[in-house]
Nanobody, 114 residues
Framework: QVQLVESGGGLVQPGGSLRLSCAAS????????MGWYRQAPGKQRELVAS???????TYADSVKGRFTISRDNTKKTVYLQMNSLKPEDTAVYYC????????WGQGTQVTVSS
């Protein structure tokens, strides 16, 4: 069973940056499009960024121009560089396949507050 382990969250002031990482325990990581999702309190989980196995990326309008998704297939890891953070980015961030049928990890909390 695939395990996903997210890390890199924390408390940051508005305008600040964070880099999230997600390591996957599967040897076939490179074959799949991956995504970063987030879930804010009282809201549904949403896809904020995705990356195909050939590095084509897509972003939700709310993060376009501020977030960058990337992957390192040798490390079986997907990253999310988050710049110009806003309070509305506060959420628990998760990674999964773009079609999210792997078990969810524990996520990593991102809190943007002054």
């Amino acid at each position: 069973q695939v395990q996903l382990v997210e890390s890199g969250g924390g408390l940051v002031q508005p305008g600040g940056s964070l880099r999230l990482s997600c390591a996957a325990s599967t040897s076939i990581f490179a074959a799949y499009a991956m995504g970063w999702y987030r879930q804010a309190p009282g809201k549904q989980r949403e896809l904020v960024a995705s990356i195909t196995s050939w590095d084509m990326t897509t972003y939700a309008d709310s993060v376009k121009g501020r977030f960058t998704i990337s992957r390192d297939n040798t490390k079986k890891t997907v990253y999310l560089q988050m710049n110009s953070l806003k309070p509305e980015d506060t959420a628990v961030y998760y990674c999964n396949k773009k079609t999210p049928d792997w078990p969810w990890g524990q996520g990593t909390q991102v809190t943007v507050s002054s």
